[in-house]
């Protein structure tokens, strides 16, 4: 059985099994349910090990050449161009359609604040200053990149990373050709140590997903699980049309890149982490679809840290269950921001948990809406950031594809 076909399978056992002890409501099955979430634990946490050794690996050798250093500027254009034109292409999806779905929502008595949901708002809230562009901009360069990877924020590692290969490739001929094999070591001994833990998957995988499904029963009902099907349809709809658009404009079949998606698309659903998916979708651009190292090792790790084709989803669905609760409905001026909004300012959301959240506290407030509506959303945020993610980790494979067309001799 191929991998993907493992994962997929044991994906499907962890949803139909965990359905069944929610149905159950034996206290004894969900806390053997939640008995193995610290398996599943453990499994994504030996794929995050691997994630800063393999991207520096990537981007050393992939950026570390003399001839590739002067085509940085021409990659990075292309990438900033896709990554824009894909979030305009969701935001111009997602806008129309999540009106639409929340037009069928009742207009009877609104649910009660889910437990906690007050208090999450309030934190996130009170977590820190929303980053105005001049914070934003002085924070790109780390005054500490091993601090900065350890505490998560990636785009500025990402950074300090890019101009320490830009320096090796200007570096004498020896000392280049020294470090680009040490690192070029780095990444095969770092892929190596990935297949090990990602043949584990499926066993990760249902540790994961099972207690998730175990506890959705009770979210699942009513106006929240209404939002999270809303949700998932419009996330659904845009990875549906990703499809076509690798087709067209990447020269991909759609099976082809289907296929080699699957099984970062899986870790992603099962981790909620798309720097956890970055090893499987190395795998799948480099050996299933072929793509230029000198591409991926630039491209997946920038679209990992920074590149977030979810927001508009998560921001347009998020803002309208918010209206709807409270009943203030959007307008199209309301609707035109969030899309604005979606579109420019995702790449600045910290590198942090419930660092879009903060994002989107100050948008609810430019459009009207209570901010500890942000509480609910986290209050309900389990089974839309998995969904989030797959759209995240699918959409960094689709740019990673376009830019290689673009930058293509």
Do not use: C
Request: charged share 10%; no cysteine.
């Amino acid at each position: 059985m191929k991998e993907g076909t493992r994962v997929l399978v044991a994906l499907g056992l962890a949803v139909v099994f965990g359905a069944l002890i929610s149905a159950s409501g034996s206290p004894l099955a969900i806390q053997v349910a939640d008995a193995l979430a610290p398996i599943g634990v453990l499994w994504v946490t030996a794929i995050r090990m691997t994630v800063i050794p393999l991207l520096v690996a990537l981007i050393v050798t992939g950026v570390a050449s003399a001839s590739y250093v002067r085509d940085i500027g021409r990659m990075g254009a292309s990438a900033l161009i896709v990554f824009l034109a894909l979030l305009i292409g969701a935001a111009a999806i997602v806008i129309p359609a999540a009106p639409l779905l929340f037009s069928l929502m009742p207009d009877g008595a609104r649910p009660a604040l889910p437990a906690g949901a007050a208090q999450a708002a309030s934190e996130v809230a009170n977590s820190g200053q929303t980053p105005t562009v001049a914070s934003w901009l002085t924070s790109l360069l780390p005054s500490n990149p091993v601090s900065a990877a350890a505490d998560g924020a990636m785009v500025p590692f990402i950074l300090f990373v890019l101009l320490f290969a830009i320096a090796v490739a200007r570096s004498a001929p020896e000392s280049r050709a020294t470090l680009v094999a040490f690192f070029r070591a780095l990444g095969d001994a770092m892929m190596t140590l990935v297949r090990g833990v990602i043949w584990l998957a499926p066993i990760g995988v249902f540790a994961m997903v099972l207690p998730l499904a175990a506890h959705a029963g009770a979210s699942m009902a009513g106006a929240i699980g209404f939002y999270i099907a809303a949700y998932a349809l419009v996330t659904l709809l845009v990875i549906a049309l990703l499809y076509p658009v690798v087709a067209i404009f990447g020269g991909i079949p759609m099976g082809r890149f289907a296929k080699a998606a699957l099984p970062a698309q899986l870790i992603a659903f099962s981790s909620s982490s798309s720097l956890a998916a970055l090893p499987a979708l190395v795998e799948a651009a480099e050996d299933a679809l072929a793509l230029p190292k000198r591409v991926t090792g630039f491209m997946l790790p920038l679209g990992a840290a920074m590149f977030k084709l979810a927001a508009p989803t998560t921001w347009t669905a998020g803002a309208m269950f918010i209206a709807w609760f409270y009943n203030m409905p959007l307008h199209a001026p309301e609707l035109f921001t969030i899309a604005l909004a979606s579109v420019f300012l995702g790449f600045a959301s910290p590198g942090i948990p419930r660092g879009g959240f903060i994002m989107l506290t100050p948008l609810l407030l430019a459009v009207g809406l209570p901010v500890e509506g942000v509480g609910i959303l986290i209050a309900v945020d389990a089974i839309p950031d998995t969904i989030a993610t797959v759209l995240n980790v699918t959409g960094n494979l689709v740019a990673t594809v376009l830019v290689a067309r673009r930058t293509r001799a």
